[in-house]
């Protein structure tokens, strides 16, 4: 089980989306970034943060899907996050429209592929 934090600041998420590496599903996009800098006994396990482009729509619409992300990575990321590393969820189009156990299941694909 590994403890998952989130990304706040934008360098951050700026950091993942330049030095990482991102994987594409119908639900969602996630990029990952392993952290080179952090010790392995360091008591930060991953690190997740959450994004939707206002080509998605309205402030109501970019926070609906930005709460779908938020519940697929909780029921996801403990138990397949990796440790000292960094995950960035951007909501797509059909993260509003897709049932939420296909989106769980595309976060979970999404995860293998980037992990491998």
Do not use: C, H
């Not at 990029?31 to 008591?43: E, G, H, I, K, L």
């Not at 959450?50 to 029921?75: D, E, H, Q, S």
């Amino acid at each position: 089980m590994t403890r998952v934090t989130r990304l706040k600041q934008r360098k951050e998420f700026v950091r993942v989306a330049r030095k990482g590496r991102k994987w594409a599903v119908p639900g969602l996009v996630l990029q990952s970034f392993n952290r080179p800098d952090v010790t392995a006994n360091s008591p930060i396990g991953a690190r997740v943060g959450f994004t939707v482009t206002k080509k998605i729509g309205t402030a109501v619409t970019r926070n609906r899907a930005r709460r779908r992300l938020k519940a697929a990575a909780a029921a996801v990321m403990p138990s397949n996050a990796e440790k000292n590393t960094d995950y960035v969820l951007i909501g797509r189009a059909g993260t509003l429209k897709r049932p939420f156990e296909f989106l769980v299941e595309d976060l979970k694909v999404a995860m293998q592929k980037l992990s491998a």
